[in-house]
């Protein structure tokens, strides 16, 4: 089996290349831009195996993702480049709008003609798996009544849920104008090792263990649905492999909780395996909210569940003491990030109050 994975050196991408080379044994192309969010320390794992090559390379050029197809010949291409943190996208959404969109349309397109030229029986075979979210759906209500299916209509709220929802558009446009086998799957918020100290799990990890101040957007009562990113990756190559083309899947580890609870949570953890001068939650503080801040997100997972037979490994509980676990044991992984990032975190609450 050989892949392209876009975005690869990213969070769950690079979680999803260390899971096909190393266990599942595939022949892996990451083609990756290197941005801020790009890591090439999140593929040491992978570093020296023969069936793990890199390109360092621009979705949005048409011309080399071509090249990169005609060379390399996938069976399978997964898209997860993108601009994936929204306060980043409030304050500035050309990125968003030129990766997730224009990015997502010329990687389409390169997808489209090298399948065109691909034999019957290859032909039959190829998919590209559209990663997106589930932040495309809009916000729930705190009532915890409903769940986004994959027939809920599409309401983004920021210009990373517009940007997602206009590039999952493109691909499943892509899968019935032209055939290309496209299936596109939505996820909740992901968490575990690697994940760019920006987002809130491994932002209040390392605030927390600096005895720095945990910031929690308005009152801390939203509510997200965590997915461990190992419990994700697993789902990617599933829906990849037996996804029906044209179709959605929803992945979700029925696992709802409320911001201030999941820093609570990581307060409790860190105390007992690092224990510091104080309890951590005493550095809890409510900032500002977040413009167009969504209530709940919500999944349910039923359709990959019942058809493709996925389930979620991991409970939050057990999840969160992994991660943490991890950001305890990886500090070169982290460090360089954190002195390079700080800077950039206050401008972004300030245009955010
Ligand atoms: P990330 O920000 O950690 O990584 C994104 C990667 O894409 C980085 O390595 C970056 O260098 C690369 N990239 C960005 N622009 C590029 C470009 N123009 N060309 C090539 N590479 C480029 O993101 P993530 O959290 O790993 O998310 C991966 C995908 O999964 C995204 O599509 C995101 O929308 C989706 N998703 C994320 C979550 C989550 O909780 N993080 C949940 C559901 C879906
Ligand atoms: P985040 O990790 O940015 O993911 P997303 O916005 O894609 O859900 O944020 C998760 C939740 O945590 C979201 O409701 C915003 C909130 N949050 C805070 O309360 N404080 C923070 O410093 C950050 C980054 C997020």
């Not at 999140?42 to 005609?70: C, T, W, Y």
Request: include cysteine; charged fraction near 25%; glycine fraction near 8%.
């Amino acid at each position: 089996m050989r892949v392209i994975v876009t975005g690869g050196a990213g969070f769950i991408g690079s979680a999803l290349v260390r899971h096909l080379v190393l266990d599942r044994g595939y022949d892996v192309l990451t083609i990756d831009a290197l941005t801020y969010a790009g890591n090439l320390a999140s593929l040491k794992p992978v570093e020296g195996r023969g069936n793990h090559h890199f390109l360092r390379a621009d979705i949005r050029d048409g011309a080399m993702m071509a090249q990169a197809m005609a060379t390399f010949r996938p069976d399978r291409i997964m898209h997860l480049a993108a601009e994936s943190h929204v306060d980043r996208s409030i304050t500035g959404a050309d990125d968003f709008v030129q990766t997730n969109v224009l990015g997502t349309f010329a990687l389409l397109e390169a997808a489209r003609a090298y399948w065109d030229g691909l034999d019957v029986r290859a032909r039959a075979g190829f998919r590209f798996l559209h990663v997106s979210t589930d932040e495309v759906y809009g916000s729930l209500g705190l009532s915890r009544t409903h769940l986004f299916r994959e027939d809920t209509p599409y309401d983004p709220s920021s210009p990373y849920s517009a940007t997602k929802a206009a590039s999952d558009h493109l691909a499943k446009a892509w899968q019935r104008t032209y055939g290309l086998p496209v299936v596109v799957s939505n996820c909740s918020n992901n968490y575990g090792p690697c994940h760019f100290p920006e987002k809130l799990i491994p932002l209040t990890i390392l605030n927390a263990l600096e005895g720095r101040e945990l910031p929690v957007y308005g009152r801390g009562d939203n509510i997200r649905d965590w997915l461990y990113v190992e419990d994700h990756v697993r789902a990617l190559d599933l829906i990849a492999a037996k996804g029906r083309v044209g179709e959605t899947y929803n992945v979700g580890g029925r696992n709802e909780r409320r911001n201030i609870d999941v820093v609570r949570a990581i307060c409790h953890v860190l105390d007992r395996l690092c224990p510091g001068p104080t309890a951590r939650e005493s550095l809890i503080r409510f900032v500002p909210d977040r413009p167009g801040h969504d209530a709940r997100y919500a999944i349910d997972a039923s359709k990959l569940e019942n058809e493709l037979g996925w389930q979620a490994y991991e409970t939050f509980e057990t999840g969160i003491e992994k991660t943490v676990q991890w950001y305890l044991e990886n500090p070169g992984w982290w460090q360089p990030l954190r002195q390079n990032y700080d800077g950039q975190r206050l401008g972004l609450l300030d245009q955010c109050a």
